[in-house]
T-cell receptor, first 115, second 113 residues
Framework: AQKVTQAQTEISVVEKEDVTLDCVYE???????LFWYKQPPSGELVFLIR??????QNEISGRYSWNFQKSTSSFNFTITASQVVDSAVYFC????????????FGKGTTLSVSS | NAGVTQTPKFQVLKTGQSMTLQCAQD?????MSWYRQDPGMGLRLIHY???????DQGEVPNGYNVSRSTTEDFPLRLLSAAPSQTSVYFC????????????FGPGTRLTVL
């Protein structure tokens, strides 16, 4: 069975600190896709990144970076120099390359950034 | 582009009432889906559609119906609302299939009394 674990339920940091959100996934399939979504206090789900299982290259987008390691089944997300606007719930999700498949979400990590 | 839109944003129903949650997208996406978000349960797939005229069940379809008469619209019907259907409902769409990036609507917060 597939599973996504976000062990950190809540993280609190002060502005300008770097913070890493952990995501560990389980699947026996070799082809799958991983995602991160952000849910700010307003409630919508904002797409951040999509990565397929054959692309282990790390990615950086501004203050955001992602570290994908198949050897440890992890897809961690780092925010550099955090800002108050980064306060949100962050979800990691996994989907298999099969018909009828669903996004399998972790339970989310609530990030609070204080000024 | 408006992206994915959902109406209403909030709704309160009494047990046994029926209603339709609306979802529309203007991105010409083939794939659309409905998820519900519950505390401690994360998001779970209710129904999905791979194109106009085609729908299928997800993980938690009981008590819900969908139809897809056009590419743009994917309404979710609650047949006889129950308190267990109190949740936040998200509609999403992607250009091709489920493994493409799914873009979510703003959500509908439904309370069933």
């Amino acid at each position: 069975a597939q599973k996504v674990t976000q062990a950190q339920t809540e993280i609190s940091v002060v502005e300008k600190e770097d913070v890493t959100l952990d995501c560990v996934y389980e699947t026996r399939d070799t082809t799958y896709y991983l995602f991160w979504y952000k849910q700010p206090p307003s409630g919508e789900l904002v797409f951040l990144i999509r990565r397929n299982s054959f692309d282990e290259q790390n990615e950086i987008s501004g203050r955001y970076s992602w570290n994908f390691q198949k050897s440890t089944s992890s897809f961690n997300f780092t925010i550099t120099a955090s800002q108050v606007v980064d306060s949100a719930v962050y979800f990691c999700a996994l989907i298999l390359n099969q018909a009828g498949t669903a996004l399998i979400f972790g339970k989310g990590t609530t990030l609070s950034v204080s000024s | 582009n408006a992206g994915v839109t959902q109406t209403p944003k909030f709704q309160v129903l009494k047990t046994g009432q029926s209603m339709t949650l609306q979802c529309a997208q203007d991105m010409n996406h083939e794939y659309m889906s409905w998820y519900r978000q519950d505390p401690g349960m994360g998001l779970r797939l209710i129904h999905y559609s791979v194109g106009a005229g085609i729908t299928d069940q997800g993980e938690v379809p009981n008590g819900y119906n969908v139809s897809r008469s056009t590419t743009e619209d994917f309404p979710l019907r609650l047949l006889s609302a129950a308190p267990s259907q109190t949740s936040v409902y998200f509609c999403a769409s992607s250009i091709g299939g489920a493994t493409d990036t799914q873009y979510f609507g703003p959500g509908t917060r439904l309370t069933v009394l």
